[in-house]
């Protein structure tokens, strides 16, 4: 007979006040960066920012590539399958932390639940891969919404886009040297506040324009041939599975004091009550006022000809709140690449603050930022690089590893409904990253005409 999931009534006084194993204790990243203070509120605060982010904003273009019904469905099982998977990564690390071995990373999971080749040589580097790549899609975005709010006041202004990243680039650096995870919980607090103001004016943008004498035609048929239909489907499957995407759940619930059963679950809860009011509204209203013309974030939209569809003072309230917000999300999946840093450069002999810590972390975390700012200036395309990290990155850690991990640990009865219903999420998810992969990279085959490197888009 299997394992059975641990409860909270079976926690003793020990297991109250275990912290990381002493391994872990030993790790400068663990000390320094992956502090576990926070309570399942600032749980939730983080949960909301690494999920909840300007991402969400191109929704209304994987609808279009998919239309109503299919579209509507897939927000809804990404929703319903993350919540349970990122539910069953809480449990299995519950669980490990119960029997004195608390994981505070994805890789080191992966290392005790499926052995050290599995860590070091594929999730190590597909959380790394994920979260520089948010990165750089984040600082990019930055940019755009920077180069946006200068276009509204200077129409034809001569600035390129490479600036503006730069600039966003500069707000960066300066963020990148918070020193732990622990330490941003306000700042993903006002994150939150951020991406349900920015929801709502978007929402309304899309509801006021769908229905005003400039609204444009309403046609929600797919554009394309059968197979750039089928090939476009996949595509916003990887989208939509970038949006719900988290990659950091181990990292989070690492900034949980013990005892950790329950706080996760409570923390996913904010989360996703945050994940029904903006995605769902921004999807769904985007996509009824603009159809199978809508275009790769839903705020490009709001401008026709360079003339804004709605009154300059909101889309300049839209912009300001996006950039604020994607500051927040970018210094939050910082912290997987700062806990590397850590771990190589700083020593945990050394007080976290001593000149012999604070040195190498300056000049790693600086130089983390400059190559990530480099990278968003040279190749501009934020809605290929959100397919390409939804399909190699999100789908295997957010949908896949989940239900293999809890499967391997607590082994449920394979006459059961538990084990097959995990062993199909799997199975079907790895068939739907493949394909989503696949028609990821040819997306930005058939686009590559359109790159140029530094390109003012």
Not at 61 to 85: D, K, N, Q
Not at 189 to 206: E, R
Request: net charge positive; charged share 10%.
């Amino acid at each position: 007979m299997g394992t059975q999931p641990p409860t909270s009534v079976e926690v003793s006084e020990r297991d109250r006040e275990e912290g990381p194993s002493s391994s872990e204790q030993l790790d400068a990243g663990a000390l320094f960066v992956l502090k576990s203070r926070g309570s399942w509120l600032h749980c939730g605060y983080h949960l909301t920012t690494s999920i909840v982010a300007p991402a969400l904003l191109s929704l209304p273009y994987a609808l279009s590539l998919m239309g109503w019904f299919p579209g509507v469905l897939c927000l809804i099982l990404a929703a319903l399958i993350t919540f349970y998977s990122y539910n069953l990564l809480s449990l299995v690390l519950e669980h490990h932390a119960r029997t004195g071995r608390r994981q505070l990373r994805f890789r080191v999971m992966a290392e005790d639940i499926l052995g050290p080749a599995w860590g070091r040589y594929f999730v190590g580097p597909i959380q790394f891969g994920v979260c520089y790549g948010s990165v750089i899609a984040c600082i990019l975005l930055g940019g755009q919404s920077l180069k946006f709010i200068y276009l509204l006041s200077t129409p034809k202004g001569s600035m390129q886009l490479y600036e503006f990243v730069s600039i966003f680039g500069i707000l960066m650096l300066v963020l990148a040297q918070i020193p732990s995870f622990h330490s941003l919980r306000h700042i993903s607090l006002v994150s939150l506040v951020l991406a349900l103001a920015y929801s709502a004016c978007t929402t309304a943008g899309s509801v006021h324009i769908g229905n005003s004498k400039n609204a444009p035609p309403k046609d929600y048929s797919i554009n394309g041939a059968m197979q750039n239909r089928v090939f476009g489907a996949f595509n916003a499957i990887s989208i939509i599975a970038t949006t719900y995407g988290n990659g950091i759940i181990p990292e989070i619930q690492a900034t949980v004091a013990p005892p950790v059963e329950g706080k996760m679950f409570k923390g996913l809860l904010v989360c996703y009550a945050v994940i029904i009011m903006t995605f769902f509204s921004v999807a769904i209203s985007g996509y009824w006022a603009f159809g199978n013309q809508t275009k790769g974030v839903i705020l490009n939209n709001f401008m026709v000809d360079e003339k804004p569809l709605l009154p300059t003072w909101v889309l300049l309230m839209i912009n300001v709140l996006t950039l604020l917000q994607v500051a927040a999300v970018s210094v939050v999946y910082l912290q997987p690449t700062n806990d590397v840093f850590e771990r190589k450069f700083a020593d945990a002999k050394f007080d976290q603050f001593s000149i012999r810590n604070v040195v190498p972390r300056l000049v790693s975390r600086s130089l983390s930022v400059i190559i990530a700012t480099a990278i968003a200036a040279m190749f501009p395309f934020f809605g290929d690089i959100n397919a390409v990290v939804g399909a190699f990155g999100f789908i295997p850690l957010d949908f896949i590893l989940p239900v293999i991990f809890y499967n391997v640990t607590f082994k449920p009865s394979k006459k059961g409904l538990m084990f097959w219903g995990n062993a199909s999420i799997a199975i079907i998810c790895s068939a739907v990253g493949v394909l989503g992969a696949i028609s990821s990279i040819r997306q930005i085959f058939l686009d590559a005409s359109t790159y140029s490197l530094f390109a003012n888009v």
